[in-house]
C-alpha cells in the first residue's frame, strides 16, 4: 500500500495499492510504502512469521503490538489479505476522509479497527473489490465490465498510431490521433466528468496517461487503447464501490 502523511488540496485521496516496484512519486511527493509482506529474510523482532518461502522465511508486515493488541483478540482469524483490503476501503471511505480531514493534512492516516466480524468482512470485501480494480486485475476488471453497457470505444483503431491531442466533453473522451498523416479520432463514451476528474493523490489518471505519452509522442497499439478502457472501468468501479463504502458510515467504529 503507497500513501502519504500530508494534504496537498482540500481532500484526501493519498492512497494506492501495486504489485510492483514504485515511484517515490506515485500517490504524491515523499510517498510511503507499506508492503503486506516481507520475504526470504532473516527473522525480526516485530514481524509475524508465517511460512517458508524456499530457504528464506515469509513475515506479514504487522508489528508484534498490533498482532498483540488486535490480531489475537478477535473471535476470528483474518489472512493478511484481508486485513489490507479492510485497511483500504477504510481509507476509500468519504465519512472518515471527511470526518478526519483535519489529522490527515499533517500526519499518517490512522485507521479505526473494527472487532466485529460481520463489519471486518463488508470493508475487506469491498477492499478487495478495489485493490482487483486498482491493479487492473482481470477479476476486477472483468466483473465491473459485465454490468457496464455505457463505456464503449469507437473509432478506427490501428497499431503505430500517435495522440496528438484529447478532450473530455458531454460524455466522450476524444483522442485525435495520426499514423502516417493519416487523422483519426477514437472515442470512448460513457466518460463522465467524475470519471475523467478522479484523482489519486493530485493527479488525474486518465489526464496524465495520455499528457505524458503526447509530450514524449510515444507510439501506441489497440492493445493499450484496451488499457486506457480498463482505466476508465477500474475508476467507474472505484467511484461506485466508494458509494457502498460511504453507505455503510461508520460502522468501522463498533
Not at 141 to 147: L, P
Amino acid at each position: 500500500m503507497c500513501f502519504t502523511r500530508d494534504l496537498q488540496g482540500k481532500t484526501w485521496q493519498n492512497v494506492f495499492i501495486s504489485n510492483d516496484i514504485v515511484d517515490l512519486c506515485i500517490v504524491n511527493h515523499n510517498t510511503y510504502i507499506a508492503p503486506l509482506y516481507f520475504y526470504n529474510g532473516v527473522e525480526h523482532k516485530d514481524m509475524l512469521p508465517l511460512e517458508w518461502e524456499g530457504e528464506g522465511m515469509k513475515f506479514a508486515n504487522f508489528t508484534d503490538d498490533f498482532v498483540k493488541t488486535y490480531l489475537d483478540k478477535l473471535s476470528f482469524q483474518p489472512e493478511p489479505e484481508e486485513v489490507l483490503a479492510y485497511i483500504y476501503a477504510v481509507l476509500h471511505s468519504p465519512v472518515y476522509r471527511e470526518k478526519y480531514i483535519e489529522f490527515l493534512k499533517t500526519d499518517f492516516p490512522a485507521v479505526p479497527m473494527t472487532t466485529d466480524e460481520t463489519v471486518f468482512r463488508k470493508y475487506a470485501a469491498l477492499g478487495q473489490r478495489l485493490v482487483d480494480l486498482h491493479l487492473l486485475n482481470e477479476q476486477g476488471i472483468a466483473g465491473q465490465a459485465r454490468n457496464d453497457e455505457e463505456i464503449l470505444v469507437s473509432g478506427e483503431i490501428t497499431d503505430n498510431f500517435i495522440v496528438e491531442k484529447f478532450d473530455c466533453n458531454n460524455n466522450i473522451l476524444s483522442l485525435q490521433t495520426t499514423n502516417n498523416d493519416k487523422v483519426a479520432v477514437i472515442a470512448f463514451s460513457g466518460v463522465t466528468k467524475e470519471i475523467y476528474n478522479f484523482e489519486i493523490g493530485s493527479y488525474k489518471p486518465i489526464e496524465k496517461w495520455l499528457k505524458y505519452r503526447i509530450k514524449d509522442k510515444v507510439e501506441l497499439s489497440a492493445s493499450d487503447i484496451g488499457h486506457l478502457k480498463n482505466m476508465l472501468i477500474a475508476i467507474k468501479g472505484t467511484l461506485a464501490t466508494m458509494k457502498e463504502i460511504e453507505e455503510l458510515g461508520e460502522e468501522y467504529l463498533k
